[in-house]
Structure formats: C-alpha cells, structure tokens
C-alpha cells in the first residue's frame, strides 16, 4: 500500500484558508488519494477525491502536483466546525487504510 | 435522513460477555465494512461483505465475527470480549468495493463506543 505522511497537527484562524499537506511518494498510477475527516466521538466523513486533476467541491480543494507525490487539501474559510482530524488516504486496490492524519484546530 | 445507523451508541459489556452491534443502512449499497477504532487511533478495517460476501482482514481476531442477514442490516460479534476490545466501533457502506470502483466513496456511522468491564 502507498503510505501516506501528514503533520500531526495546525492550528487555523476562523475565516482564513487551511492548507493541509500530505506526502505520497511511493503513489501508484492507478491509486486516487482521498480526504476524509472525522469531527470528535462523530464517525469518518468524505471530503474529496483526485487522480491527478485538481479537485474542487463545495467542501474542499485538492491541489494534486504533477509527479503526485504529494497533495494540498485546501478549506477554503474555515470555521470553528471544520475542527477534526483530516486523514489522506491513498486508495489501495481492495481497502481504505487509514493512517495518523492531522489534528486541525480551527480557533475564533 | 440518517443514512447509515448504528445502535446502540454507547454500549457497556462485561469481560467475556458476548455482545451484538448493530448498524442498519437506507442507501441500499452493496457493501458494509466494520471498523475498530482505539483511543487516539485511526480506524483499522475488521471485515466488509460485498453483498453475502463476507471479507475478512487477515489480522483481525477470531473473536469479531459478523452477520448481514440482508442488504440493510449488518451485525458485529464479538464472542468474548477483553479489556482490549475497548474501542469506538464504525460501520460503513459503500456502493461497491475499492476493487471494482475505486472512486466510490464510504459513508460512516456515527459509531458505536464499547466499554468492557
């Protein structure tokens, strides 16, 4: 499985854009890398996927770069609700693995 | 609207002590997968059925097992729960696996949180 390498945690101010960056360098060519984030005691929610195209929805931007060893999640104002931990996941042929993601505070 | 449902959301069990969880979903996707998830860790995949297919991960324990009687509901077993079994349990759905869709998506539950005594 490709891993994945996310900071453990960021800080935000409320209203600002929150880039979160995960490193993937050993992606294969046919693997997405997927966001995902879970609020506390609240179970994982899909946030965004990409391929190799930036992505954008009306949650979140994925910035993909060209050799896709890395990614930027980017919320693009962020709000006290946005506080949960982000995971990037690189998408396995058979199963969504889950690594230690990032801890994102989101403060007024 | 609640799409994926898990019951009870906070369940207490005694050491040993076989306990049932429930997650029931409206989506009507072909796939269920249960999580564990510890304290301060990311979810970890126990197993998923693909219809009446049952998946198990080859590190999960023989202790959880599981049931889909039908589309919507799926069950985890846990047949004798230890201190270690503690955990925040996840069901999710997907409308096919990562194998033959990869770009599909997985719709968690809210969890349920399992205390052993």
């Known amino acids: 499985d490709a891993k994945t390498t996310q900071p453990p945690s960021m800080d935000c101010a409320e209203g600002r854009a929150a880039n979160l960056p995960c490193n993937h360098s050993?992606?294969?060519?046919?693997?997405?890398v997927y966001w995902y984030r879970q609020i506390h005691s609240q179970g994982p929610q899909y946030i965004i996927h990409?391929?190799?195209n930036n992505e954008t929805n009306e949650m979140a931007s994925l910035i993909i770069t060209e050799d896709r060893k890395s990614s930027t999640l980017i919320l693009p104002h962020a709000t006290l609700r946005d506080t949960a931990v982000y995971y990037c996941?690189?998408?396995?042929?058979?199963?969504?693995?889950f690594g230690a993601g990032t801890t994102v505070t989101v403060r007024a | 609207d609640a799409m994926v449902i898990q019951n009870p959301r906070y369940q207490v069990t005694q050491f040993g002590k076989p306990v049932t969880l429930s997650c029931s979903q409206t989506?009507?996707?072909?796939?269920m997968y249960w999580y564990q998830q510890k304290s301060s860790q990311a979810p970890k995949l126990l197993f998923h059925?693909?219809?009446?297919?049952?998946?198990n991960e080859a590190d999960t324990p023989d202790n959880f097992q599981s049931r889909r009687p039908n589309t919507s509901f799926c069950f985890l077993d846990i047949r004798s729960p230890g201190l270690g079994d503690a955990a925040m349990y996840l069901c999710?759905?997907?409308?096919?696996?990562?194998?033959?869709?990869?770009?599909?998506?997985?719709?968690f539950g809210p969890g349920t949180r399992l205390t052993v005594l």
């Open positions: 996941i690189v998408q396995p042929p058979y199963k969504l693995s």
């Open positions: 999710a759905t997907s409308r096919e696996p990562p194998s033959l869709l990869p770009t599909d998506t997985q719709y």
């Open positions: 050993t992606i294969s060519g046919n693997e997405y």
């Open positions: 990409g391929l190799k």
């Open positions: 059925y693909y219809d009446k297919d049952f998946n």
């Open positions: 989506l009507n996707h072909n796939v």
